[in-house]
């Protein structure tokens, strides 16, 4: 019996979804058995009988019969097989679209679910971590008789990947309209950690060129905290020129110290699309370029309404 995957487990976690899923499937292996049914053509018939024809003339038998039943069947078994494809491709089409919307119906469940296995990975991370402190490798663990602890924390990471590829594919699967803005790099720019706007290297880079000019006359205090905080923004450690994450995992640190990190801050979460959506966008507009205090205002109050939607999403 197969292993259900995390995918499968999280997903299990909608009602109905495993049996609706199990039912395609099952429907699905169907289809493909019919199409691998190949009925004679009526032209291959029609060749072979005329060879049977030939070769029992040349041997003297007696006249074959019987070629309009054989036509009969074989047109029988084309549209007999033609009949069944239609019907279960209707009832696969029909699961299919049952299935998505059971699954945008459900998210909530599948959401949970995960945030419990992620739950799990980071309590046992925090467990690990106090042994490993300062602990910088593989040889560095076996030298101090680590090797134990280091191999969990080797296996953890594999989890902690496999949670935030169910994670995109949550996101990805339940909102498909849209896609067009909780795309991957929307994801990755703002959906592993709360603190995004202050760590992650592209938010740093776009808040260093936002400023345009040092003062904006007339600031209120609402646009004086955003200049200054503008202002805070350290010199990001890595893609310094602005790029697009690639990744879940920093450039600049092992993915162990990440690891142990994202669990000690409790920083993490598991944010639905249209939470993405909406922080992704006032995270834009609270770091875009601004140089007068229209646009400072603008940029000040997407600020506060990105601290709202993280408040109200955890």
């Known amino acids: ?42 032209l291959d018939l029609e060749r072979t ?7 029992a003339a040349l041997r003297g038998e007696q006249r074959l019969t019987g070629f309009a039943r054989r036509q009969s069947e074989n ?43 992620l739950d799990d990975v980071l309590g046992e991370v925090r467990e690990t971590a106090a042994a490993l402190e300062g602990v910088t490798g593989a040889e560095d663990a076996m030298r101090s008789g680590l090797t134990e602890q280091w191999l969990a924390l080797d296996s953890l990471i594999a989890r902690y990947d496999e949670i935030r590829e169910v994670h995109w594919h949550l996101v990805e699967s339940g909102h498909r309209s849209l896609l067009n803005v909780a795309n991957p790099e929307a994801w990755l720019e703002s959906g592993q950690t709360v ?35 503008i202002k805070s923004a350290p010199r990001p450690a890595e893609r310094v020129h602005g790029e697009a994450p690639v990744s879940i995992w920093p450039e600049t640190v092992t993915k162990q110290q990440h690891l142990v990190s994202l669990a000690v801050s409790g920083n993490t979460w598991l944010p639905n699309a249209e939470t993405i959506v909406a922080v992704y966008s006032s995270a ?31």
């Open 49 to 55: 009988m005329t060879e049977e024809v030939k070769s």
């Open 75 to 117: 047109l029988t078994a084309i549209e007999d097989k033609n009949a069944d494809v239609r019907l279960f491709v209707i009832v696969r089409d029909d699961l299919r679209a049952e299935l998505t919307s059971i699954t945008e119906h459900g998210l909530r469940h599948a959401f949970t679910r995960l945030q419990s296995e």
């Open 195 to 229: 603190d995004h706007i202050e760590t992650e290297p592209i938010w740093l880079y776009r808040r260093r060129n936002a400023l345009r000019l040092e003062q904006i006359a007339g600031a209120d205090t609402l646009v004086s905290d955003h200049v200054a905080w």
């Open 284 to 314: 834009t507009q609270a770091t875009a370029p601004f140089d007068d205090l229209g646009s400072a205002t603008g940029a000040a109050k997407a600020r506060q309404r990105h601290a709202d939607l993280i408040a109200a999403a955890r």
């Open 1 to 42: 019996m197969t292993t259900p995957t995390l995918r499968d487990r999280v997903l299990g976690a909608i009602p109905n979804y495993t049996d609706t899923h199990t039912t395609l499937d099952r429907i699905s292996g169907w289809l493909d058995e019919l199409r691998e049914v190949t009925p004679v053509s009526r």
